[in-house]
């Protein structure tokens, strides 16, 4: 190694002005980077922010479950309805094909009415 490559600095070598500017200048950035991670920090600590993330996504789970089920059941339904009317009157597929097709248009316009209105809000 060469000498004064060592890595240690001498104080009495004074900087000269760039090295002073640019010195000034990182100082300045580490401050203002210090500050805005305190705020993010605080920001980010606060319970309400978190779980108001986490219930709207829980809410949306929910209303897409909801959704889904009110489908699947006016489906059941009908088919259950059409097999019991094919039973009584003794019109083997008709009735559980035209009931089933009746439970699935049901349940269609069902999920786009409940979908298309806003969601209701339980935080008020």
């Known amino acids: 190694m060469a000498e004064g490559t060592d ?18 200048r990182l100082g300045s950035l580490d401050q203002r980077l210090s500050e805005l991670r ?31 089920s009110e489908l699947i059941a006016s489906v ?4 259950a309805i059409g097999w019991g009317i094919d ?11 035209v009931f089933f097709l009746l439970g699935f248009a049901a349940g269609v316009v069902n999920v786009v009415r409940s979908a298309s209105a806003p969601p209701e ?4």
């Open 87 to 97: 039973r009584l009157l003794s019109t083997s597929p008709f009735g559980l094909i």
């Open 38 to 68: 305190d705020t993010r920090k605080i920001r980010t600590d606060q319970p309400a922010s978190e779980s108001g993330d986490g219930a709207a996504r829980a809410s949306a789970m929910a209303r897409g479950l909801r959704l889904s």
């Open 7 to 24: 890595g240690s600095r001498d104080g009495s070598r004074d900087k000269s002005p760039d090295e002073a500017a640019l010195s000034a």
């Open 121 to 124: 809000r339980t935080d008020r």
């Open 76 to 79: 059941l339904v009908g088919a």
